[in-house]
């Protein structure tokens, strides 16, 4: 498993055929995408979780996804190292990934790590990840529950509601429940989620106080995931990851276009040679568009060939 | 210049056209990317750099990237407030632009802004952006020059080091340079920037210490930057700034294949077929791949087509 995480992570050209001959087994594992601002307390929560699951006899997978590692406020080692004692149990199986700045590429080996997870039978599979940019949507994209995490303090409940963070959860919880603030969170979300967002959804995300540090509210958090996965087994659950997996296609179809019509087709070459004095790149891009659009069969000739 | 940059990030499709006319006038700003971790002072950095440039008659344009804007410590709202001083001044033009998830769209939309700046005639593009997620890599990709932000304590500079933000610093600034540990950052700044990376660059990254609250060290900071300047205006600066539009080209090419082949041309809904039972995404996209590179020269026929 660790192996082939590792192929996924360095995209290493073996890993496609492996993930095939285990795909037949992926789909049984619950992904479980848990996000909130540093501090939050996610990591504590995800052991805490993560516990809960051992206790109840499931299996865990965790891969703590860091897209821009030098400033998660300093948190992941350490709350990698306070997770050591899930370690040293053999039900618990835990990694972590950071961007080393190839565009797109820590999402997909994000989704692939989970799939190895999930193929080789871990019960749940839970995805930390830190903020909503870019790379962190396409990875919340891949999961089937999106727990939101927020602490009282900061004006995170506020600016989450800004940034859409609501629209992405299914599980609103408010870590730190015991702190001051936590009471105004809880009924700021809960006005947020209830009446906000209601209207527009089929599942009424709950907002689920909790104190990981204290271990006090981890069960309901697991309640609430669980509450999502039966409702969503109850419906289009298919669907939504047929979905998923059609977006994975479109995403690998284009990134591989771009890179064998760059190198093997030499639409590079064409570019550097179109680009000259005053053409935007878009147009350039354009050009090279609609030209293959039109039907290249093969390389282009190496003369001519784009024109819009 | 404010409604182009409004077309550029809401991916309007009269950008192009409204680009390409202004095209020719692209190429004499310089463009700054300034980045590091919350807390940093980088906004305080950018409105000091805007003050000095003004103070020399030049004009600046300032664009405050935020790709995971729930969580960047809540710092850029009161940021934007304190600059507010700047904005009341004609030769400043400030604008923020923030992720709503898109994949690659805010890079892009950050770049084109930039292009718009540039082309209505500001000196210098201070486009200041938070960490080094696979965003944050393609905006800083996009700049002549990349301005790393740290500050003393939370051990900014050994994660600044272990996550590579020294292999694209240009200018290494370290900030609040009267805080304890202050001495003990620029020293291992200098170490590392020295010892560790000169070998392989023709530039030698210069540390400069700065206070910028107490507009202590500015000066400095720009002076380091006009310094890179200078370098790269001496050698390979055209080939640069060609080569990072080469690759916005790749970039909209493959974009703009994968979103023509799904919609116009069938192949989402031939995907949608293929993919069944127990293949994984990757054999579907790889059968699309080879079909589409073998050449497709119009859209493929409903049935059929795919095969690897």
């Not at 492996?18 to 049984?28: D, I, K, M, P, Q």
């Not at 790149?281 to 039109?294: G, M, N, Q």
Request: net charge negative; proline share 4%; glycine share 12%.
């Amino acid at each position: 498993m660790a192996r082939l995480i590792s192929w996924a992570e360095n995209a290493d050209e073996r890993f496609p055929a492996a993930l095939a001959e285990l795909y037949s087994r992926v789909g049984r594992g619950w992904r479980v995408g848990i996000t909130g601002p540093p501090g939050a307390g996610k990591s504590t929560l995800v052991n805490e979780l993560a516990r809960l699951a051992r206790e109840r006899g499931e299996t865990v997978g965790i891969l703590a996804v860091d897209p821009s590692s030098p400033f998660s406020g300093g948190a992941l080692l350490g709350d990698r190292i306070r997770m050591e004692e899930r370690t040293l149990d053999e039900g618990v199986f835990i990694r972590s990934m950071a961007s080393r700045g190839s565009h797109g590429g820590l999402a997909r080996a994000a989704v692939d790590a989970c799939d190895v997870m999930d193929a080789f039978g871990l019960d749940s599979i839970l995805l930390e990840t830190v903020g909503v940019g870019q790379a962190e949507y396409d990875v919340l994209g891949a999961v089937d529950t999106v727990v939101v995490v927020l602490c009282p303090g900061a004006g995170d409940g506020v600016q989450a509601m800004k940034a859409g963070l609501l629209e992405v959860a299914d599980v609103m919880v408010v870590n730190k429940a015991d702190l001051p603030g936590a009471d105004r969170l809880i009924a700021d979300m809960n006005e947020a989620v209830h009446v906000r967002f209601l209207p527009n959804r089929d599942w009424e995300v709950p907002v689920v106080a909790c104190s990981a540090g204290t271990q006090f509210g981890v069960e309901a958090v697991w309640e609430a995931i669980a509450g999502h996965r039966a409702h969503l087994e109850s419906r289009d659950l298919a669907a939504r990851r047929r979905g998923k997996r059609l977006d994975r296609i479109r995403n690998a179809v284009g990134e591989g276009l771009a890179e064998e019509l760059w190198t093997t087709k030499g639409w590079g070459a064409l570019a550097e040679r179109e680009l000259t004095g005053e053409r935007t790149p878009y147009e350039v891009a354009d050009s090279i568009l609609k030209t293959v659009l039109a039907g290249v069969s093969a390389a282009p000739a190496a003369s001519g060939g784009a024109r819009a």
